[in-house]
């Protein structure tokens, strides 16, 4: 008993001293047993390790270093980053960390924070050589001219060469090189970084750009089959090496590749769908369906048999046999279990019905795949777009947030969420999606092109030549990309480039690109006023084969737009005798005619033309703008609803009907028509514009004013002044006085001879008992509008009597 007790008393003793151990020496024993694990390997240990100290002591310098420093070497940059900060929170004067935190901000591109930690380090350790090499940084990127840029990269370069291991002066090093008249030397400097990091994704994204610029197609496939190797979760990357395969020919080394990804024939159908893609593309349809079938029967006691003879039915729908592929598809769909796999099947399913213009089945099929799975992407993108052509924007960002949740990375709902943002008049965040889609996409071809547009209605010229640049760089030799940046160049008047251009597009074996060479190289010589030059140029294309008839016509066009109207007429004449019923050339004969003021020969060949081609809308509104000039407008009118009878889907003839409508005071009728036209284009900003506007002038109603306000919503921001207009006078309709007024004095200006916007503004002004500017607006309004019948005028009127005017 005695010996029991001795043991309890011993044991109570050190239990004892153990409690009294503080804070800080609990904290001192778990720092020194994280930086044992650390010598002995076991990082995560001692990660956990470091995290207990904080439990004692949440300001423990050095265990806070440690557990950044091994985030960071795992290459958990957040959680680094978030422990740097914290760190630097609680001892702000340490550079060392200062440091770190500035180049983990440059390695995400994130500027702003990289300023804010590395001018603090630049102040606390001028002359460290990192410090230093980040205010090279900052010199190059605040540089306003080429001189001052050139100066910080000098700079750069010599930091660089005293330390072989300075990432941030290689950055700005090969920046500058890549700025320059001679690009590739940047690859010199590209690949000693990669001997230093061979895994780093910018640095072998950089070497790819560069190969691709200098057209090293070899270079190109190597490094392609290199970053592959690198990173295999990138089906990027995958798709690039795919489009190199084809692009050399190289079928198949193509399938085989494809093959080799898509694994065992009874694998996850996305890999084999690949395959069948690449032998629809290559082989035919037929050859696909083979392999479909092959899929089909391998696969018969599982789901992918259905994925497989879907796809099969969607050839047969290709080849026109649209009947018998949507009843297969709906057989499929019918007699599936609810799962992924049937899901894509209705979705699928929904598009061949909206191709077929059975909008009711396809909506059904998607609410019968949300019912079941309320957040399939699929069908939620499909239920965001029909829910933006019903201007029910909101509801279409909802859906589209949902599904971004789930495919943060997906093109296609980020744009989306701008065409719903656009509705919505926020253009900056629109522009943010496109934007984003860009950079998802890789610089994709489609996303690069309409983020491009956007930008240029915008008037960002600059912004758009950069994005369309970085289009170029990453999807070599695609013919829109070139011909839109081509487009913008010449409007920046920037010859040479654009004259790379057009040399680059010759050299592609493909007829559009020819084509676009050939328009491209006229309009530079005619855009530096060498109108001579442009003819010779077209001349001798068409003399050598190289052109078609829109060459021809360019030559008659430059002729005629040079006063040259009998030279016009006589290459004209030759051109048509070797081809004497191309319409086009018959077109253009007719319109040469019309601005001889031979009216009558003019007239005849157009009705001729009308008959011989009752589907083509460009004689019917020569005519009709023929017969208006020529004082003939019941004759005009006649000429459109005959036309619209062969047409009667027409947009332009349409907007022409109620265009005639609206002016002969017809208004219900042109609204109803404009509605249609809307309901057949609702992202056409002007028929939106003209539809709202129509709406407010002449409705008093509130649902009519609702709806206005509605189709309205996308020209919130725009600076337009029509569309300004519209949208101030809705305002105003709906008791907004003041917002009217912010839309309708920009308008005003903008308009300053358009009686209705100057009543528009007049009225705002009244309702805001700003009576002198009222009465002085809408005296003008009255005086612009002459003895004009509308009865805006007759309210203007009255309410300058009102006013005292």
């Known amino acids: 008993m005695l010996r029991y007790m001795r043991v309890f008393l011993l044991l109570i003793t050190v239990v004892t001293l153990t409690a009294c151990k503080s804070p800080e020496e609990k904290a001192e024993s778990f720092y020194q047993s994280g930086l044992s694990l650390m010598e002995a390997g076991d990082l995560d240990r001692a990660a956990i390790e470091f995290l207990n100290v904080f439990q004692h002591n949440n300001l423990h310098k050095d265990a806070r270093r440690k557990l950044a420093d091994i985030r960071l070497g795992q290459g958990n940059f957040g959680a680094a980053y978030g422990q740097y900060l914290r760190l630097i929170e609680q001892y702000p004067d340490t550079p060392e960390v200062r440091l770190i935190l500035a180049r983990v901000a440059l390695d995400t591109n994130n500027w702003d924070e990289a300023r804010r930690h590395g001018e603090a380090a630049i102040a606390l350790v001028p002359e460290d050589p990192e410090a230093q090499a980040l205010a090279a940084a900052f010199q190059y990127r605040d540089a306003e001219d080429a001189k001052a840029r050139a100066r910080a990269a000098g700079l750069a370069s010599e930091l660089l060469a005293a330390d072989a291991s300075d990432e941030v002066s290689r950055r700005v090093v090969i920046d500058h090189l890549l700025r320059s008249d001679t690009p590739y030397d940047a690859m010199a400097e590209i690949e000693r970084a990669l001997e230093r990091d061979p895994q780093s994704y910018p640095y072998n994204t950089l070497r790819l750009r560069l190969l691709n610029q200098v057209q090293d197609t070899l270079g190109i496939g190597q490094q392609l089959k290199r970053m592959v190797a690198l990173y295999p979760d990138d089906q990027d990357l995958s798709r690039t090496l795919i489009?190199?395969?084809?692009?050399?020919?190289?079928?198949?080394?193509?399938?085989?590749?494809?093959?080799?990804?898509?694994?065992?024939?009874?694998?996850?159908?996305?890999?084999?769908?690949?395959?069948?893609?690449?032998?629809?593309?290559?082989?035919?349809?037929?050859?696909?369906?083979?392999?479909?079938?092959?899929?089909?029967?391998?696969?018969?006691?599982?789901?992918?048999?259905?994925?497989?003879?879907?796809?099969?039915?969607?050839?047969?729908?290709?080849?026109?046999?649209?009947?018998?592929?949507?009843?297969?598809?709906?057989?499929?769909?019918?007699?599936?279990?609810?799962?992924?796999?049937?899901?894509?099947?209705?979705?699928?399913?929904?598009?061949?019905?909206?191709?077929?213009?059975?909008?009711?089945?396809?909506?059904?099929?998607?609410?019968?795949?949300?019912?079941?799975?309320?957040?399939?992407?699929?069908?939620?993108?499909?239920?965001?777009?029909?829910?933006?052509?019903?201007?029910?924007?909101?509801?279409?960002?909802?859906?589209?947030?949902?599904?971004?949740?789930?495919?943060?990375?997906?093109?296609?709902?980020?744009?989306?969420?701008?065409?719903?943002?656009?509705?919505?008049?926020?253009?900056?965040?629109?522009g943010e999606r496109l934007a984003l889609a860009v950079d998802v996409s890789g610089a994709g071809p489609e996303e690069s092109l309409r983020y491009a547009a956007f930008l240029l209605r915008n008037g960002r010229t600059p912004a758009a030549r950069s994005i369309l640049t970085d289009a170029r760089n990453a999807n070599p030799g695609h013919v829109s990309v070139l011909t839109e940046l081509a487009k913008v160049l010449v409007t920046e008047e920037a010859w040479v480039p654009a004259q790379d251009l057009a040399n680059e597009l010759r050299t592609l074996n493909d007829t559009a690109a020819q084509k676009a060479a050939i328009s491209l190289q006229t309009a530079l010589l005619l855009s530096q006023n060498r109108s001579q030059d442009g003819l010779v140029f077209l001349q001798e294309q068409i003399a050598q084969g190289n052109a078609d008839t829109t060459a021809i016509a360019q030559v008659v066009q430059i002729q005629w737009l040079s006063g040259n109207v009998k030279a016009a007429r006589i290459y004209l004449e030759e051109a048509l005798e070797n081809d004497p019923r191309n319409g086009t050339l018959r077109m253009l004969g007719a319109t040469l005619h019309a601005i001889s003021g031979e009216f009558a020969e003019a007239e005849a060949e157009f009705r001729e033309l009308i008959e011989e081609f009752p589907q083509s809308e460009e004689p019917v509104l020569r005519l009709y703008n023929l017969l208006i000039s020529t004082n003939r407008a019941e004759e005009a009118g006649a000429i459109i609803d005959a036309a619209l009878t062969a047409q009667p889907q027409s947009l332009n003839l349409l907007w022409v009907r109620a265009g005639e409508l609206e002016k002969s005071g017809n208004i219900d009728a042109a609204i109803g028509l404009y509605e249609q036209i809307y309901a057949a284009n609702t992202n056409a900003v002007t028929i939106a514009n003209n539809l709202a506007s129509l709406i407010a002038t002449h409705k008093d109603d509130t649902d009519s004013l609702k709806r206005a306000a509605t189709i309205a919503k996308r020209l919130r921001d725009s600076d337009i002044p029509p569309f300004q207009d519209t949208y101030g006078w809705i305002a105003f309709r709906l008791g907004n006085f003041e917002e009217a007024k912010n839309y309708l004095e920009p308008a005003a200006t903008g308009l300053p001879d358009d009686p209705l916007v100057q009543f528009h503004l007049g009225m705002a002004y009244a309702a805001l008992g700003e009576m002198d500017q009222a009465r002085k607006v809408l005296t003008r309004a009255i005086e612009l509008a002459g003895d004009s019948a509308l009865p805006q005028f007759d309210t203007a009127r009255q309410q300058l009597q009102e006013l005292g005017g």
């Open 243 to 430: 489009h190199w395969y084809l692009a050399q020919g190289n079928l198949t080394d193509a399938e085989d590749y494809l093959r080799q990804l898509a694994g065992d024939i009874t694998a996850n159908p996305a890999g084999h769908i690949s395959v069948i893609q690449l032998i629809q593309s290559s082989q035919g349809p037929e050859a696909a369906q083979a392999e479909l079938n092959r899929l089909a029967k391998a696969n018969a006691d599982n789901a992918n048999a259905d994925i497989y003879r879907t796809l099969s039915a969607m050839i047969t729908f290709d080849s026109g046999n649209r009947d018998s592929a949507i009843s297969i598809i709906e057989d499929i769909a019918a007699n599936a279990e609810p799962s992924e796999q049937t899901w894509r099947i209705r979705n699928i399913l929904a598009r061949l019905l909206i191709a077929t213009n059975n909008h009711v089945g396809a909506r059904a099929q998607i609410e019968t795949v949300l019912t079941e799975d309320s957040s399939n992407v699929d069908a939620l993108k499909l239920r965001a777009a029909w829910a933006i052509d019903d201007d029910r924007a909101a509801e279409a960002i909802v859906d589209l947030r949902t599904a971004l949740g789930q495919q943060p990375r997906d093109a296609e709902i980020l744009t989306l969420m701008a065409q719903a943002h656009e509705r919505e008049g926020a253009q900056a965040l629109a």
